[in-house]
């Protein structure tokens, strides 16, 4: 007896590649990462996006044929990521390096209009000149007689004579941030305030400041860096 044989089967396995632009899309989308880096970067995650979708594009109308979608979808990720992450980083760090400031000046201002001069002094000294806490600035002062004639000296003139004039009678408010910029590991911010006797409704003057923001072993301090008449800039 002939022995029956089984029926012949074949396996019809196809190849699919993978997709040269998913691959391109996963590169673009780690690169896109330079975005936090600095706002001329900010670009880097358009390409990405383009070449995402037109590689999910492709992948759709070819899905016998390529493979990659995942890592398409991965650099569509990280480029859509990177693109809002580092907008919204730069502009809340610097409104809060602005909101910083304001709240430096806002005080620095009443301490030279409630006559506390050696405080404000300090202030506009770099880190490495100031007092130790807890010295006792009047003393201090009046012990040093350079100091105490710098003092004297920056309190006397412009914008600066005009707190020390207007003192308890005095207020100040905030109008707006002007500039920013970033030397080295100082950030500098320019502010512009307005000057009022406490009885009066309109400004006396308008007081544009520069301050710095540092950091010294560990430590963030601010400096006043210059105080002008904003009228006269004008």
């Known amino acids: 007896m002939t ?48 070449c995402s979708l037109w590689a999910l594009r492709r992948i759709q109308r070819q899905p016998d ?64 000149l100031r007092q130790p806490e807890g010295t006792l600035l009047d003393e201090f002062y009046q012990d040093n007689p350079e100091d105490l004639t710098e ?4 309190f006397s003139r412009g914008i600066a004579q005009d707190l020390v004039d207007l003192g308890a009678d005095g207020r100040v408010r905030f109008e707006k941030s002007l500039e920013m910029l970033f030397v080295g590991g100082s950030c ?9 006797r406490t009885d009066q409704d309109e400004p006396v003057a308008r007081a544009q400041i520069r301050v710095a923001r540092d950091t010294q072993q560990d430590v963030v301090y601010w400096t006043v860096l210059g105080l002008v008449d904003a009228d006269l800039i004008d």
């Not at 500098?188 to 009022?196: A, E, G, K, M, P």
Request: hydrophobic share 50%; with cysteine; charged share 15%.
């Open 3 to 50: 022995p029956i044989s089984a029926p012949e089967t074949v396996d019809h396995v196809q190849y699919r590649s993978v997709s040269g632009l998913a691959v391109l899309a996963l590169l673009l989308g780690v690169l896109s990462a330079t975005a936090l880096a600095h706002p001329g970067a900010w670009v880097m995650p358009l390409p990405a996006i383009v």
């Open 65 to 128: 044929e390529l493979l990659g979608r995942k890592a398409a979808l991965i650099g569509l990720t990280l480029a859509l990521g990177f693109g809002t992450w580092a907008p919204s980083r730069y502009y809340c760090d610097r409104w809060l390096l602005n909101r910083q400031a304001r709240e430096f000046i806002e005080e620095w201002f009443q301490y030279v209009l409630q006559g506390e001069l050696e405080v404000a002094h300090q202030a506009t000294l770099d880190y490495y």
């Open 151 to 154: 003092l004297q000296t920056f």
């Open 188 to 196: 500098q911010i320019s502010q512009r305030f307005l000057l009022y």
